[in-house]
């Protein structure tokens, strides 16, 4: 059962995989790569890996990959200019992708010789909880680099405010005191004009 | 369950005593400078200083002077830490000393530079401080998005902004190599923790192929940090781009962390491999002092030409970790020290002859200068003389003790070497002497920069003649506090 699960997903990681790399329109790609996501996520679920397994559908998923649609919606990607170059920079692709399968193929060729070490880790108990071990493990013995990650992500965001928050001259905004504040003698001017005589 | 059961201990906080002040006070600061004018922005300074300078007593008086483990391992706190915290305290306490009258003409006086300035003091202690591969990582990366940051500050600039691009691209491809050596050390050792390592590695023989392969990502990581050859294309460029008060921190205070990164995974962790990591090193030294030293006359800015120094400078220090006797490691840290005096004392120069919408980075801005100032040419002379390696300066005595280290332990064709390159590497500082003295000056304005620049720039040449006439103290300092060697 679990070997059929195993192999549906991923099939269908795969499927999204390739679908990321040849579908045309980016924003189908970044569906795709939604897919794997969810697909990969399902796979850590098998290996009991929970925790890890939400904080990426969560995360990647349900954050990073949102932003990246808005960018890439934004940005009007020109398909024909990126292919432009296709014919000039296939044969390169192709001799990478060859050697890159040929390392991959190596790879597996030389785990089948020998096999022992690949033993699956013996499975945890149904009381078992991922989240409540990598809690008590990341606030006692990891509580000091835990809060240096955190110190690092203060620089990131003093660092990015600092680079891009500026007062540009000139910029047009609205001031809502202002507006609310606003009274008829600002806005109205009362201009005497002689009637005119109707035709 | 069982992990959370086990008896976990309040870890003792007194030996990080100091980075938690430093990272309280830096929160502090981060609050009152939202709500400081522009006119008091010398109130951020002066807390920044403040905090400087609490941190140096917490590390004079909290932390235990004996070797302590803390936070489950990860953080050591040992003389060398105490050492070269103190040391590190002082040199950015003068790198924002000097980079204040700089910052001010060009509207970059705010918060962020000091605030900034300060997180990259704490991540400069966190490597020196770390004792795990876990730490060493964060320290790392604290210290590199802190500069990375300060070299695109200068907004509008650029120049400023393509060597940050540069450095933040490099520095992320360098981080990731070190980031896979330590996963694969890891799988090697069955551990990130550096003592375990270092047990681990005993066992292990030095031409374990995994190792080696660990190995050479780890040392592709500290050489981009240290900036050594062929690591070193950032060095020049970032050098020149960034505003001078960042070239400032990065040429000093962050060698420092450089220097710590390097003594603590490559010394402590992977000390008993020393002879494979030392071959590796020898090409990196031979390459930094040869490129470093020859391609630094080709320069007519000066920033690009410390920069290219610095690389010079990095291939002297590599020597003394390669030789691989605790008297080479003292060596090394007695030429890091003395290096950042030096180059602190020669960019600050660069800042003092800089005026309002004029930066003094070219050679010919020192043309004639005994002219204009017979002290701070000579303040100039003295840096030069130094870096130089002329005797009484200090530069002579660390290049000496470095050379020492290195025939003592049967490598004096890499000694002769490293001379032939330093008496190559003396023209280019003879030719700023040159500039000074012997040619007519192209401006006649008086120099500019405050009374505490001047008063601190002086303090730090008459340091330089100072250890150089009395090198047996500083000497001795490491000869005390060095307590691994491979």
């Keep these: 059962m679990e070997a059929v699960i195993f192999y549906v997903f991923g099939a269908a990681l795969i499927a999204a995989g390739v679908g990321v790399v ?9 569906m795709f790569l939604v897919l794997a996501f969810v697909t990969s996520a399902f796979l850590w679920m098998l290996l009991e890996a929970e925790f890890l ?48 399968v040929a ?62 928050m500026r007062k540009r001259p000139g910029l047009k905004v609205q001031d ?15 201009v005497s004009m002689d009637a005119e005589k109707g035709e | 369950m069982t992990v959370a059961e086990s008896a976990f201990l309040i870890p003792d906080f007194a030996p990080a005593a100091a980075e938690i002040v430093v990272l309280f006070m830096a929160c502090v600061v981060l609050v009152v400078d939202l709500f400081v004018s522009d006119r008091h922005r010398w109130i951020t300074y002066g807390l920044c200083l403040l905090t400087l300078l609490m941190a140096a007593m917490a590390t004079a008086m909290y932390v235990p002077r004996e070797t302590v483990l803390t936070f489950s391992g990860t953080f050591v706190s040992d003389p060398l830490a105490r050492v070269l915290k103190l040391f590190t305290y002082s040199v950015t306490a003068v790198v924002f000393l000097y980079s204040k009258d700089y910052l001010r003409e060009r509207a970059l006086f705010r918060g962020e530079y000091y605030l900034l300035g300060l997180f990259a003091t704490l991540g400069i202690m966190v490597l020196i401080s770390a ?59 069955g551990s990130l923790d550096l003592a375990e390592i270092r047990r681990a590695v005993a066992t292990l023989d030095g031409l374990n192929i995994h190792l080696l392969f660990a190995l050479s990502f780890i040392l592709v990581g500290i050489g981009f940090k240290f900036g050594a050859v062929p690591f070193h294309m950032w060095v020049p460029d970032v050098y020149q781009g960034a505003p001078t008060s960042v070239t400032l921190f990065i040429g000093s205070a962050a060698k420092i962390g450089s220097l710590a990164l390097l003594m603590r995974v490559l010394v402590e962790g992977l000390g008993g491999v020393q002879q494979s990591w030392g071959d590796m090193l020898l090409v990196l030294c031979i390459l930094s002092m040869g490129i470093g030293n020859i391609v630094a006359i080709a320069q007519t800015n000066l920033k690009r030409m410390l920069g290219y120094s610095t690389i010079s400078h990095v291939g002297f220090i590599l020597m003394g970790f390669l030789v691989g006797t605790r008297q080479g490691i003292e060596a090394a840290l007695y030429y890091t020290v003395a290096y950042v005096i030096m180059a602190a004392a020669a960019f600050g120069m ?39 390696g002329v005797p009484p300066f200090l530069g002579f005595w660390a290049k000496l003790a470095v050379l020492g280290a290195a025939v003592d332990a049967g490598l ?54 100072f250890l150089g006439v009395f090198p047996e103290g500083l000497i001795s300092i490491f000869n005390q506090i060095v307590t691994t060697a491979p």
């Excluded at chain 1, 040849?22 to 970044?30: I, Q």
């Excluded at chain 2, 933040?168 to 799988?187: D, E, M, R």
């Excluded at chain 2, 800042?351 to 010919?364: K, P, Y």
Aim: hydrophobic share 55%; net charge neutral; glycine share 6%.
């Design chain 1, 22 to 30: 040849t579908s045309r329109n980016p924003v189908h790609s970044a």
């Design chain 1, 53 to 100: 397994a939400i904080v990426l559908v969560l995360v990647y998923v349900g954050a990073v990959m949102v932003l990246f649609l808005f960018v890439v919606m934004m940005l009007d990607v020109k398909i024909e200019q990126a292919r432009a170059g296709f014919t000039r920079y296939a044969p390169l692709g192709i001799a990478v992708v060859l050697i890159i």
């Design chain 1, 103 to 164: 390392q991959l193929g190596y790879v597996v060729w030389a785990r089948t010789q020998e096999m022992s070490f690949l033993q699956a880790p013996p499975r945890a108990d149904a009381g078992f909880s991922n989240t409540e071990l990598l809690g008590s493990q990341l606030y006692t013995d990891y509580a000091y680099p835990f809060e240096l990650a955190a110190v690092i992500l203060l620089v990131a965001i003093v660092a990015a405010i600092a680079l891009t």
């Design chain 1, 176 to 190: 809502v005191a202002k507006q609310v504040q606003v009274r008829r003698e600002d806005r109205v001017r009362l």
């Design chain 2, 131 to 189: 004792h795990s591969m876990l730490t060493v990582y964060l320290g790392l990366e604290l210290l590199s998005l802190s500069l990375y940051a300060m070299v695109a500050f200068s907004r509008d600039d650029p120049v400023a902004a393509e060597s940050a691009m540069k450095y933040f691209i490099l520095g992320a491809i360098a981080s990731g190599c070190f980031l896979f050596g330590t996963s694969i050390l890891y799988g090697v050792t």
């Design chain 2, 350 to 388: 660069i800042l003092l002859l800089s005026r309002r919408g004029f930066e003094a980075d070219e050679l010919d801005d020192f043309r004639g200068l005994n002219a204009r100032s017979r002290w701070f040419a000579g303040v100039m002379l003295v840096v030069m003389f130094s870096m130089a």
């Design chain 2, 412 to 465: 004096t064709w890499l000694a002769v070497t490293g001379v032939i390159f330093s008496v190559i590497g003396a023209f280019y500082y003879l030719r700023i002497i040159k500039l000074m003295y012997f040619e007519e000056p192209s401006d006649t304005l008086s120099l500019g920069g405050g009374s505490d620049l001047k008063l601190v720039l002086s303090l730090n040449a008459a340091l330089i003649v």
